[in-house]
T-cell receptor, first 112, second 112 residues
């Protein structure tokens, strides 16, 4: 079945460092891909998305490109802030109309 | 303000005592779903609903029930909770085809 694999965390970075979180997927067809972010004590929020190959999603300085050839959707940010400390989830929308398949999540901790 | 509201936020209960977690959305979304979040497993879908009176099982439905009598509400029912249902639960809604799911703030359930 469809699945999403994320790099394990926690990832600890200093402020202004470069962040990459790897995400690869297995799916039939051409799923839409998402990154969701969960700040402490809150629900998940959509960070960015891409709906077809080579699309680049971007928001709040984060970017991810839909790479069909490597089945990947890696999240990047050039200069992280303490406020970026959160858990990041990669997800894909399966053929089951609206169902999201999530990765395990990657905790990111940014220190001053 | 567009939102998904879950109640309660925190709940401690005993094995076998029926409970209901409520979920309500004010965005007129057709699609609603329940997820549970467990460490290392990400979010897994419990049940989903494509519209009023239309519900179906997700990946981990055992021990749960749902109903969708009104478009805005989608309660999660645990008829006889057990300790392995201790988890963090999220309700989500979306306008299908747009791909963005809106999540509630979560319900932390502990079954002793």
């Amino acid at each position: 079945g469809d699945s999403v694999t994320q790099m394990e965390g926690p990832v600890t970075l200093s402020e202004e460092a470069f962040l990459t979180i790897n995400c690869t997927y297995t799916a039939t067809g051409y799923p839409s891909l998402f990154w969701y972010v969960q700040y402490p004590g809150e629900g998940l929020q959509l960070l960015l998305k891409a709906t077809k190959a080579d699309d680049k999603g971007s928001n709040k300085g984060f970017e991810a490109t839909y790479r069909k050839e490597t089945t990947s959707f890696h999240l990047e940010k050039g200069s992280v802030q303490v406020s970026d400390s959160a858990v990041y989830f990669c997800a894909l929308e399966t053929d089951s109309w609206g169902k999201l398949q999530f990765g395990a999540g990657t905790q990111v901790v940014v220190t001053p | 303000e567009a939102q998904v509201t879950q109640n309660p936020r925190y709940l401690i209960t005993v094995t076998g005592k029926k409970l209901t977690v409520t979920c309500s959305q004010n965005m007129n979304h057709e699609y609603m779903s329940w997820y549970r979040q467990d460490p290392g497993l990400g979010l897994r879908q419990i049940y989903y609903s494509m519209n009023v009176e239309v519900t179906d099982k997700g990946d981990v439905p055992e021990g749960y029930k749902v109903s969708r009598k009104e478009k805005r509400n989608f309660p999660l029912i645990l008829e006889s909770p057990s300790p392995n249902q201790t988890s963090l639960y999220f309700c989500a809604s979306s306008l299908v085809f747009l791909g963005e799911a809106f999540f509630g703030q979560g319900t932390r359930l502990t079954v002793v």
